[in-house]
């Protein structure tokens, strides 16, 4: 029983012959009954080729035509631009985040406050110069005779960059809005909180502008604005507190 088994493995694998001229192996696909095809090599049939369609039926790619976005028209009434800047999504600098911290208090306020986009702190409250950065706010705003409900809060983005930076093109819409913003608004005086929105309005830094009272031009006139950097960089840096109070006293002018 042995021997035979032996036997059988080796013709299972092929080897049925002690001598042979031909290589013989048991996964070899079987020749095709064709007298012509050689031992152990199996033929396959070619398959027909398939005729092609005529032109006219074949597929026609058709190229995607790009139309060109024109620049987002704003809205001139004060209550729709404050939906719109609620709810479309062709608000520049709402692309950042899905929660938008929007404008507070009314238009032709005493003073507007404005900064250029929300710190990570107020994106996720929701609000504008939240917690101990607000806090400060509210004090600077006290020592100069006024109060947060006495003024039009807004930041000129809706969302936060990531990185607290933005791209030029980004930038370019950002400063057409601006001046929309601006114009709709008609602050009787503006302040303006951060680096980035003094760069943006008044073309200067913020070392540059220190106890200066400057002239923003907007629709022919003049709105006066002083400028100073951002209640949490105060908080981070107190030596800057100093340059803030330069500035800030400015408002307290001609009052």
Not at 176 to 182: D, T, V
Not at 210 to 236: F, S, T, Y
Request: glycine share 8%; net charge negative; charged share 20%.
């Amino acid at each position: 029983m042995l021997a035979e088994s032996y036997c059988d493995w080796w013709s299972l694998a092929g080897v049925d012959a002690l001598v042979g001229e031909q290589p013989a192996g048991w996964l070899a696909v079987p020749a095709a009954n064709d007298a012509a095809a050689p031992r152990g090599k199996p033929t396959i049939a070619a398959e027909p080729e398939i005729a092609p369609l005529p032109a006219v039926l074949q597929r026609q790619d058709t190229p995607e035509v790009t139309i060109p976005k024109g620049p987002v028209a704003f809205p001139d009434a004060w209550d729709e631009f404050q939906h719109w800047l609620a709810t479309s999504d062709d608000v520049p600098g709402s692309q950042w985040d899905a929660r938008r911290v929007l404008p507070v208090g009314p238009a032709a306020a005493p003073l507007m406050l404005l900064t250029a986009w929300p710190e990570i702190d107020d994106q996720r409250d929701g609000a504008l110069f939240t917690g101990a950065a607000g806090r400060l706010l509210d004090a600077m705003l006290r020592a100069v005779g006024t109060t947060r409900d006495a003024c039009y809060v807004a930041s000129l983005a809706v969302t936060r960059p990531a990185g607290g930076r933005c791209g030029d093109g980004e930038a370019a819409e950002l400063d057409r809005l601006l001046w929309h913003h601006l114009r709709l608004a008609k602050p009787e005086r503006l302040l303006l909180v951060g680096s980035d929105i003094v760069r943006m309005a008044a073309a200067a830094s913020l070392p540059e502008t220190r106890g200066r009272l400057l002239d923003i031009n907007q629709d022919g006139g003049k709105v006066e604005a002083v400028a100073v950097a951002h209640p949490a960089m105060l908080l981070a840096r107190p030596a800057q507190k100093a340059a803030a109070w330069d500035s800030l006293k400015l408002l307290n002018r001609g009052r």
